[in-house]
């Protein structure tokens, strides 16, 4: 299992440098990226790859996604079929924009360990150790992944006249001779991936004749012209306006991680949902106090100004089938979404807690993790309760603060560039946790379990750092623990190496990070973001000393799933728990 992680600082240096670092592309655009490893490998390096996967198959415990489906009918269950068919297209696609010739660098792959580990991470680079190549004879993940080509500098990047290069939904490739004329063209996901879209948007149209709610039919049948267009905005809307469906999807190219080069390009993902009525009911009565918490935010009436949408809702769900970017390294727990930035002006968000995914989380890796490095004395406000709030309030913090920068030049997301994840991440993070707070002044939670939250946060800062330095979750948690633990908020009782949280303290800090946070993005100050992670995002010696404790403890770092329609006992027409490239 994993023993040490990088410093940030470091690791995002090297990745601007490896860009210039890779194989020359091939010569047509529709080509990949990178030229396939060499096909023969050294026996002892081989072998050395495959005690490397056996050992880490152990950092993922496996959960079978299901769901209670009684309360559906024959149609809406034949629809969940459908849906989950449609959300395995987004498999192939992922495969394509992670990785080049994976069919070719697969079939190198001799034992079952090391295949099983390359299916897992859709690729030979290990997402919860900081990227390492566990194949033989492959190198370092290119940080622009098949995005752009792979020996494409950022200055070429910067001097190229395409209005397009920085669309969410654009590859960038090499025209022939490019060594002679430098010149790059776009070319549309649309097209690029048409083959998938095609089969997935007629999944989607197929699924929305079986659906009961009129919101949910339209939703489907716009989101599949938007998978064969790339024009996902009105389809955002229409699913911002469903409010009682009892399944739901979310697919298409939507989170930016996959880009650690400039953070611009969507990957391809998709989740098939299952609501929690009762559960949803209960969340409700949050949103309303949006606008309220945007005009109490800890900063300067500019930082604030943007008002979010008043549309936004909360809901708990059921996941019973990720695939693609979501099915990647650590599971996400919570959605917020749409992305877009004038969606979220205009009508707000939804927020999805997939609360099977959480206690599962929660059961396996948080409470072993708190039994171990959490103060005994604090272990009794390590709960379920509090870490669905912190959640869930994350997601929401998304909602709040501001999305364009104060100098008029654009959203947050394009001024920070590769930085961009990791502090919206750490915003979500920190502002939910005031949130809390805040919300526990009001009346609507109750102050006197704040304790609980404090330590449910700490507790979790230690399972996220544990994804990697190249997740924006832990790079976020990095910088927030180190800056705890600068201001005092935790600290670590030398006798039993087990950490604390010092309540008013924590108090203090975590609004002084907010405010840091805030004004960082909205002053879209990429200098500062660059300076602050490169400060405070390593991982000192002495948490990973702690972290091996996790390792030798044989406790996960996250989850797998068994999943698909055989699982939710449907028929026998679904595609496999596992995803391989084809």
Not at 303 to 316: F, I, R, T, V, W
Not at 411 to 421: G, I, P
Not at 472 to 488: D, S, W
Not at 553 to 563: G, L, M, S
Request: proline share 5%; hydrophobic share 40%.
């Amino acid at each position: 299992m994993r023993t040490s992680i990088p410093a940030l600082g470091l690791l995002l240096a090297s990745a601007v440098l490896l860009t210039a670092c890779h194989d020359k592309p091939a010569a047509t655009p529709d080509q990949a990226a990178a030229k396939p490893a060499a096909s023969t490998v050294a026996p002892a390096a081989a072998s050395s790859s495959a005690r490397y996967a056996s050992r880490h198959l152990g950092d993922y415990a496996t959960v079978k996604l299901t769901a209670d489906l009684s309360h559906l009918d024959a149609k809406q269950k034949k629809m969940v079929g459908l849906l989950i068919q449609a959300a395995d297209q987004m498999n192939p696609i992922y495969w394509k924009q992670s990785v080049a010739n994976a069919d070719a660098l697969r079939a190198r792959i001799h034992d079952d360990a090391t295949r099983e580990l390359f299916d897992i991470n859709y690729g030979p680079w290990d997402r919860l150790n900081a990227d390492h190549p566990f194949v033989a004879g492959v190198g370092p993940r290119p940080p622009g992944a098949q995005f752009y080509p792979a020996d494409m500098t950022k200055a070429e990047f910067d001097k190229s006249p395409l209005k397009d290069k920085t669309s969410l939904y654009t590859l960038l490739r090499p025209v022939l001779h490019r060594e002679d004329t430098g010149e790059l063209v776009t070319v549309p996901y649309h097209v690029a991936y048409k083959p998938q879209l095609d089969k997935a948007a007629d999944l989607l149209r197929q699924a929305s004749t079986l659906a009961e709610d009129p919101g949910f039919a339209k939703y489907l049948k716009m989101r599949a012209d938007a998978l064969q267009t790339d024009d996902y905005q009105p389809s955002d809307f229409a699913w911002m306006d469903m409010k009682n469906n009892p399944v739901d999807i979310v697919i298409g190219p939507i989170e930016t991680y996959e880009d650690q080069l400039f953070g611009y390009k969507a990957a391809y993902e998709s989740y098939v949902l299952i609501k929690d009525q009762a559960w949803s009911e209960k969340l409700k009565r949050f949103a309303k106090y949006l606008p309220q918490l945007q005009r109490d935010l800890p900063v300067p009436a500019k930082y604030k100004a943007e008002k979010p949408g008043s549309d936004a809702d909360l809901n708990a769900y059921f996941a019973v089938y990720y695939a693609g970017d979501a099915n990647v390294g650590a599971k996400t727990i919570a959605i917020n979404l749409p992305n877009d930035e004038q969606v979220q002006l205009k009508k707000g968000t939804r927020r999805l807690q997939l609360e099977n995914v959480m206690q599962a989380k929660f059961d396996k890796i948080m409470k072993p993790i708190a039994a171990t490095l959490i103060a005994k004395d604090q272990l009794d406000h390590v709960t379920f309760d509090a870490f669905f709030q912190n959640t869930m309030f994350h997601e929401v913090a998304h909602g709040l603060g501001i999305k364009n920068t104060l100098d008029g030049k654009g959203t947050v997301r394009k001024a920070l560039k590769e930085y961009a994840s990791s502090f919206e991440e750490g915003k979500a993070d920190i502002l939910g946790l005031y949130m809390v707070r805040k919300l526990g002044e009001m009346g609507e939670l109750d102050k006197s379990k704040l304790m609980d939250n404090y330590v449910t946060f700490l507790a979790g800062m230690l399972r996220s750092v544990r994804f990697g330095a190249t997740d924006a979750h832990a790079q976020a948690n990095m910088l927030r623990f180190n800056y705890f633990l600068k201001h005092g908020a935790i600290t670590r009782d030398a006798d039993t190496g087990r950490y604390r949280v010092h309540f008013d303290k924590m108090t203090q800090a975590m609004t002084a990070l907010t405010t840091r946070i805030l004004t960082l993005q909205g002053d879209g100050d990429y200098a500062d973001a660059k300076k602050m992670g490169d400060a405070m995002g390593v991982v000192g010696p002495q948490l990973a000393s702690d972290l091996k404790r996790l390792d030798q403890a044989d406790i996960p770092v996250d989850i797998r799933f068994e999943q698909g329609a055989k699982v939710l006992g449907l028929d026998d027409s679904e595609p496999s728990s596992e995803s391989v490239p084809r």
